[in-house]
């Protein structure tokens, strides 16, 4: 149990366009989705972290308005990266969490996006 | 929460017991020690978390000092697919907006 999903597992855009990852719970409703990032050689580093319902709340240095994540219902949450650039070329994990489930993370298997 | 100090990087000799030692010497009285790898252009794993008391379960043995300020990972019969990145984390009570914070973790290499 307690899987998470993201789509797509790899994604190559052009410079100036917008992609969005999608992180779904597979089997259970996950009231917390949080969406991370990681460069080559580098650990994970928290982004932000998204309520079902509510605005996502981002950590300091990230740009809301370039990293536009969306928790429309309890099994998905969408992070859109705008106006992607080359330096925007990441690995983008997500995690979910429930009361449920004790509120532990599980995390998704990753989007390696490739900005060109 | 805590911070924890690793080493960055181990070997070990496929099928010998990889230990993957842990400092997190402010750890405080409620705070767990959490264990999860990640293995190449893979999302973490969980592998293991206690407070106190030393844990097993099908994947890891976790020791952890009596004073708590340090602790082990164990991989019993390490295999080729046990190399990866290894995060040692301090984490409290969880609650809804609990966040992970990964530092850079031990990268662990199996030697054929």
């Known amino acids: 149990g307690a899987v998470v999903s993201q789509h797509p597992s790899r994604v190559i855009c052009k410079s100036g366009t917008s992609v969005k990852i999608e992180c779904r719970s597979l089997?259970?409703?996950?009231?917390?989705m949080f969406w991370y990032r990681q460069f080559p050689k580098q650990s994970l580093m928290l982004m932000a972290t998204s309520n079902e319902g509510s605005k996502a709340t981002y950590e300091q240095g990230v740009e809301k308005d370039k990293f536009l994540i969306n928790h429309a219902s309890l099994t998905l949450s969408t992070l859109t990266v705008t106006s992607a650039h080359p330096e925007d070329s990441s690995f983008y994990i997500c995690?979910?969490?429930?009361?449920?489930?004790?509120?532990?993370?599980?995390f998704g298997p990753g989007t390696r996006l490739t900005v060109t | 929460d805590a911070k924890t100090t690793q080493p960055p990087s181990m070997d070990c000799a496929e099928g010998r017991a990889a230990n993957l030692p842990c400092n997190h010497s402010t750890i405080s009285g409620n705070e767990y020690v959490y264990w999860y790898r990640q293995i190449h252009s893979q999302g973490p794993q969980y592998i293991i978390h206690?407070?106190?008391n030393n844990e097993t379960n099908e994947m890891a043995s976790l020791i952890i000092t009596e004073d708590r300020k340090s602790s082990t990972l164990i991989l019993p019969h390490a295999t080729l697919r046990d190399t990866a990145v290894y995060y040692c984390?301090?984490?409290?009570?969880?609650?809804?907006?609990?966040?992970?914070?990964f530092g850079k973790g031990t990268r662990l290499h199996i030697l054929p």
């Open positions: 995690s979910a969490s429930s009361r449920g489930l004790g509120y532990e993370q599980y």
């Open positions: 206690g407070l106190k």
């Open positions: 984390i301090v984490r409290g009570p969880m609650n809804r907006d609990d966040k992970i914070i």
């Open positions: 089997d259970f409703q996950a009231t917390t």
